[in-house]
């Protein structure tokens, strides 16, 4: 029996665009922690029957990447909701509209 290759490639590109929108408020969490539960699945087939599958190494380390920008994303995500419980919506914009007109 052929062994099946882990596709690694889709929980890399859903960690990376999850670690680019981390500048939006953290709302990257939601890609990271897709890639995150599709590595976690697909370890756990492999896993469940490490013969049949190769390159679990790999899937290994897009887990962990993911894991990180997840925790990244989450803390982001934490601290602007933080910014706008303590500081408020329209001081944060007013910030925003002085830093625009300065550049």
Known sequence: MEKQKLNSTIVYVLAILGFLCCCFGGIGFIFAAIAFF???????????????????????TAKIIALVVL????????????????????EIMEQVRQLMEQF
């Open 71 to 90: 925790a990244i994303n989450l803390l982001y995500f934490v601290m602007t909701i933080y910014r706008i419980v303590t500081i408020g919506w329209d």
């Open 38 to 60: 599709i590595a976690q699945s697909k370890l756990k087939e492999a896993y469940a029957n490490p013969e049949n599958y190769e390159n679990i190494e790999g899937m290994k």
